[in-house]
């Protein structure tokens, strides 16, 4: 990927501490960049920390460690500084229903920020908010704009989530599984929109998902999440056709998709026997330790796996962190 990067993220760690036992780190030296116009998928089952990598890049909460670059220039956590941040850095959440107000109209949902940010003066914040209404498809934007959450659907407030993500004219949209609370039905056309305001608009996107086939449909590279840890990232087709690391090729077996190698397919079914208990006992684990963290239920596993496995490269621009790829480790 080349050009400037609109979000520069650089070891990033988040650690939540625990009544009992050590600190759980969630967020585990993470970096990834965002570029203009191009979407980044970051995957991984739940409770791997996509989200909180969301939340800490939303500045919703505060990182333990690591770097955050907006347009080439570090952010500090200073009052003025997170307006600012919010500004350009904006969140569309997975839950329409819980993240407007039932108490207020479409048209205040999209006003505030619109007034807040300096993008509209009190004179033409109505055309504004039609506008925003018009972009996301909500038509016509007039009556939309009377209308409370309630008298929508969930694809509606969906798109009215994303008009209100949108208002201070952001360089960067952060994702977090926006349509899996949605109907199958309307889950495509959310996407495509998303995709569509990415292009226009030369915004740097975070698609997090769980979902593979939307992840390769809809970004150029893809990164995927591992209790806390990045353990393959390179292009979106690469990675999900033709998957490195173990954990991927267990993501994969369970959705499969046209032009998956025969091979991968394979090993991702070793992968997967007796996948669903070690995954149970780990969640309850949430301890911070050495080592691959997929050791226990990875077929691969040796002695090795015990130390912290290197990221290699295995192709040009796709890298696994895994101990096979070691050359000194067979
Ligand atoms: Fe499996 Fe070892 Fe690779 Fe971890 S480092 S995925 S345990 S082979």
Redo the contacts with the bound molecule.
């Keep these: 990927m080349s050009g400037d990067a609109a979000l520069d993220v650089r070891h990033l760690t988040v650690e939540f501490i625990q009544r009992s036992g050590p600190k759980l780190r969630a967020v585990d030296d993470v970096s990834l960049t965002l570029y203009p116009g191009a979407t980044l998928a970051l995957v991984g089952e739940s409770g791997s920390g996509k989200s909180t990598i969301v939340r800490a890049l939303g500045r919703l909460l505060k990182p333990s460690g690591g770097e955050v670059l907006l347009g080439g220039r570090p952010s500090t956590l200073h009052r003025s500084d997170v307006r600012e941040y919010r500004r350009h850095v904006q969140l569309v959440f997975q839950d329409p229903f819980a993240s407007l107000n039932p108490a207020h109209t479409v048209a205040h949902h999209l006003a505030r920020p619109l007034l807040l940010h300096a993008q509209a003066t009190r004179r033409d914040v109505a055309e504004r908010v039609e506008a925003l209404l018009r972009s996301v498809n909500l038509v016509p934007p007039g009556d939309i704009a009377r209308k409370y959450p309630h008298e929508l659907s969930g694809g509606q407030r969906q798109r009215v989530a994303i008009a209100r993500a949108l208002a201070p004219s952001p360089q960067v949209l952060l994702a977090d599984e926006p349509v899996s609370m949605l109907d199958v039905s309307i889950r495509l056309e959310i996407l495509n929109l998303l995709d569509e305001l990415k292009s226009e608009r030369d915004l740097a996107m975070l698609y997090v998902t769980h979902d593979l086939a939307t992840a390769r449909h809809f970004s150029s590279e893809i990164m995927v999440m591992y209790r806390g840890e990045i353990?393959e990232r390179g292009p979106s087709d690469e990675v999900i056709l033709s998957p490195s690391?173990?954990?991927t090729q267990l993501l994969a077996s369970a959705a499969p998709m046209p032009g998956a190698t025969r091979s991968a397919l394979a090993a991702a079914r070793r992968t997967r026997q007796g996948a669903r208990a070690v995954r149970d006992a780990e969640r309850r684990e949430a301890t911070v330790e050495t080592?691959?963290?997929?050791?226990r239920?990875?077929?691969?596993?040796?002695p090795?796996?015990a130390s912290r496995?290197p990221d290699v490269e295995t192709a040009p621009g796709h890298s696994?962190?895994?101990?096979?790829f070691d050359q000194g480790a067979r």
Aim: aromatic content about 14%.
């Design positions: 353990v690391h173990p954990y080592g691959c963290k997929f050791r239920r990875c077929p691969h596993a040796m090795q796996c496995p696994a962190r895994c101990w096979l």
